[in-house]
């Protein structure tokens, strides 16, 4: 599993995920590294999904803690390009009710608000 970062112009962090999202495969990196960007002031993020094969309770579970993180700074995470084996995973879970999920990043982006302040 790999993630990599990359953000826009308008402040919004995205996260882009690749493949199996399990414990021990790497996970365990992504609430350190979005907590990082937290320090410098980044407050909304995208995880964009499209390149994860498989996730299992430990892979989303990374995913929360960098959630939970967020939202103790008022900060606000969305998903993006999530495949139907993973978004099934998320529904089992009832994160589908917590966490925006859009079908592009496009859409991502404008839910979270394109003029705000980063």
Not at 28 to 35: A, K, N, T, Y
Not at 74 to 89: D, E, S
């Amino acid at each position: 599993m790999s993630h990599s970062f990359r953000e826009l112009e308008n402040g919004i962090v995205v996260v882009e995920l690749a493949g199996k999202l399990i414990g021990g495969s790497g996970a365990e990196g992504i609430p350190r590294d979005v907590r990082i960007r937290i320090d410098d002031g980044k407050r909304r993020f995208i995880f964009d999904f499209h390149e994860v094969t498989y996730a299992d309770s430990t892979g989303i579970g990374a995913v929360l803690k960098a959630f939970s993180a967020l939202a103790e700074v008022g900060g606000r995470m969305v998903f993006t390009r999530v495949n139907k084996r993973i978004h099934q995973v998320l529904s089992i879970m009832r994160l589908d009710t917590v966490i925006q999920i859009f079908e592009t990043e496009e859409q991502a982006v404008q839910a979270l608000g394109e003029n705000q302040a980063p």
